[in-house]
Antibody, heavy 120, light 108 residues
């Protein structure tokens, strides 16, 4: 069974930094492309960024609102995905989901999400 | 960027009703369109991929159709457990994954 478990969310002040983690199990993590997707309170889904598998080149892409502030990384030995959030803004307040792709265009598996709140 | 316009934003229907949600792309996206269900307080789940393919294990009352710019998601006979918000999603070169605004489905 695919399991994605996020952690690391919390209350942060604007300008602060936070690191989210996602522990993956139940599938071939090292060969999988992974994404982060966020959802502001009461709002829709917003893709944050994606990292390809090492065999696919390990390319990382980001959505425009977070490019230059957020960094995605992975540790295949530990089946873990990370999201480093820097220069946080109030508009970054959201539940952040870790997600796995089994097809390029689909987001096939999702974690339960971790809440990041940015407020002064 | 390609824009995805989903409608309606909300609707209510009775158990057993046929329910239809539409998603319109601002330009031709072939069949690169997926549908997700998100129940309250839960993570989204993929239901349909490539416009009309049902993910394994998803009940057959769910279906999708369309290509180009106009897409439809249908529940043939609404069940109480189908209460959720439904999102369409497109994949492109950039931004990679674009979601519609969502349709919140309730029971009358």
């Amino acid at each position: 069974e695919v399991q994605l478990v996020e952690s690391g969310g919390g209350l942060m002040k604007p300008g602060g930094s936070l690191r989210l983690s996602c522990a993956a199990s139940g599938f071939g993590f090292s060969g999988s492309w992974m994404s982060w997707v966020r959802q502001a309170p009461g709002k829709g889904l917003e893709w944050v960024g994606r990292i390809k598998s090492r065999v696919s080149g390990g390319t990382i892409d980001y959505a425009a609102p977070v490019k230059g502030r957020f960094t995605i990384s992975r540790d295949d030995a530990k089946s873990a995905l990370f999201l480093q959030l820097n220069s946080l803004k109030t508009e970054d307040t959201a539940v952040y989901y870790c997600a796995a792709h089994s097809r390029v265009g689909t987001i096939d598996f999702w974690g339960q999400g971790t809440l990041v709140t940015v407020s002064s | 960027d390609i824009q995805m316009t989903q409608s309606p934003s909300s609707l209510s229907a009775s158990v057993g009703d046929r329910v239809t949600i539409t998603c319109q792309a601002s330009q031709d996206i072939s069949n690169y369109l997926n549908w997700y269900q998100q129940k309250a307080g839960k993570a989204p789940e993929l239901l349909i991929y490539d416009a009309s393919n049902l993910k394994t294990g998803v009940p057959s009352r769910f279906s999708g159709s369309g290509s180009g710019t106009d897409f439809t998601f249908t529940i043939s006979s609404l069940q109480p457990e189908d209460i959720a918000t439904y999102y369409c999603q497109h994949y492109d070169n950039f931004p990679l994954y674009t979601f519609g605004q969502g349709t919140t489905l309730g029971i009358k």
